[in-house]
């Protein structure tokens, strides 16, 4: 079972966890060391919260959301390949969905990673829009959200 932190602007170390555990990001999302360096580390505890998931052998994941009066979203939602399917996915989005006040959660999703939420029994992911060449040329980008039923509060639990 992984711990999942809510982490604070103070926990350097394990924001620079979080950012080397995502890096593999970059195939994806060009300039994301960039976007994580200028707008996420500097708004952590103001629109940006990152969580971390961990347990004994180490990172097994990681969320970050965005959360604004005028914007409510999932920005990254990370799960490590050895961890999927086993219920962190689900608990990190009961988490978003407490944070952000929302059972609909936004997210876009690249062309990548879509099977993982689309052939998930625990995500309701619903497709809004699909925009090629969005982040990376070749690639598409699935812009929808995920309906989340939050029957219990899991940050309390921990």
Do not use: Q
């Not at 997210?107 to 925009?131: L, M």
């Amino acid at each position: 079972m992984s711990n999942i932190i809510k982490l604070s602007d103070i926990d350097i170390d394990k924001i620079r966890l979080v950012e080397k555990s995502l890096i593999g990001l970059r195939e994806c999302y060009p300039g994301f060391r960039k976007w994580f360096n200028e707008k996420i580390i500097p708004n952590i505890r103001k629109n940006r919260d990152v969580f971390l998931s961990y347990n004994s052998d180490g990172f097994t994941g990681a969320m970050i959301l965005k959360n604004t009066d005028f914007e409510k979203k999932v920005c990254t939602l990370f799960v490590k390949d050895k961890y999927r399917y086993n219920k962190l996915g689900s608990d990190l989005l009961r988490i978003a969905s407490e944070e952000l006040e929302t059972y609909k959660l936004p997210i876009t999703v690249s062309s990548e990673a879509i099977e993982n939420f689309i052939n998930s029994d625990n995500f309701n992911f619903y497709t809004e829009d699909i925009k090629d060449d969005f982040y990376k040329k070749g690639m598409k980008e699935y812009f929808g959200y995920i309906m989340f039923h939050n029957p219990d509060n899991i940050l309390k639990k921990r």
